[in-house]
T-cell receptor, first 115, second 116 residues
Framework: EAGVVQSPRYKIIEKKQPVAFWCNPI?????LYWYLQNLGQGPELLIR????????DSQLPKDRFSAERLKGVDSTLKIQPAELGDSAVYLC?????????????FGPGTRLTVL | AQKITQTQPGMFVQEKEAVTLDCTYD???????LFWYKQPSSGEMIFLIY??????QNATEGRYSLNFQKARKSANLVISASQLGDSAMYFC?????????????FGKGTKLSVKP
């Protein structure tokens, strides 16, 4: 079974430029998460989707960040414009949903460097 | 508010020895789950083990076991017979099933280094 796929793995951009990250979850997983991981810290949730619906985006900086999951499968996270402080690893995770343990499985992440 | 505390920024262990990574948590919700993840230098978070708050027995998965002490709000990860490939960051996480909509809260992690 394929795991969570993310691309690109690495991205270097200059500040004020836009950037987008793509995630394809594990097949059949209804719940998709985007996390931000700063150096030396644990991941922090940005947004959670249940199918197409963003059920928790309270931690997403909406002035510059946006996300979509149009068909309830893959998802895109966008930053426009990027700032120096956005340099971090962006992790995507998925889980089956529906309660219970609902373990989250993570992709390899996208390491963003903003110059 | 929920909180996860990992007090050991770094740990060293000799190959083939056992090691315990500490994790304490805080929540007011009686229903919650505790997770441990491994993050090697490649960056991917790998799920290791899960313990539910109502589970009567400590969880075990191969060389991983979770020392769950509910009254002390601790959920320490024990790795037996350490291997060189165990060198990585280890994160403790909690998910409560109450007001936070079940989101995962992570600690800051412990960097484990296994010495040959």
């Amino acid at each position: 079974e394929a795991g969570v796929v993310q691309s690109p793995r690495y991205k270097i951009i200059e500040k004020k430029q836009p950037v987008a990250f793509w995630c394809n979850p594990i097949s059949g997983h209804n719940t998709l998460y985007w996390y931000l991981q700063n150096l030396g810290q644990g991941p922090e949730l940005l947004i959670r989707y249940e199918n197409e619906e963003a059920v928790d985006d309270s931690q997403l900086p909406k002035d510059r960040f946006s996300a979509e999951r149009l068909k309830g499968v893959d998802s895109t996270l966008k930053i426009q414009p990027a700032e120096l402080g956005d340099s971090a690893v962006y992790l995507c995770a998925s889980s089956p949903g529906g309660g219970g343990t609902d373990t989250q499985y993570f992709g390899p992440g996208t390491r963003l460097t903003v110059l | 508010a929920q909180k996860i505390t990992q007090t050991q920024p770094g740990m060293f262990v000799q190959e083939k020895e056992a090691v315990t990574l500490d994790c304490t948590y805080d929540t007011s919700d009686p229903s919650y789950g505790l997770f441990w993840y491994k993050q090697p230098s490649s960056g991917e978070m790998i799920f290791l083990i899960y313990q539910g708050s109502y589970d009567q027995q400590n969880a075990t998965e191969g060389r991983y076991s979770l020392n769950f002490q509910k009254a002390r709000k601790s959920a320490n990860l024990v790795i037996s017979a350490s291997q060189l490939g165990d060198s990585a960051m280890y994160f403790c996480a909690m998910r409560d099933y109450g007001g936070s909509q079940g989101n995962l809260i992570f600690g800051k992690g412990t960097k484990l280094s296994v010495k040959p």
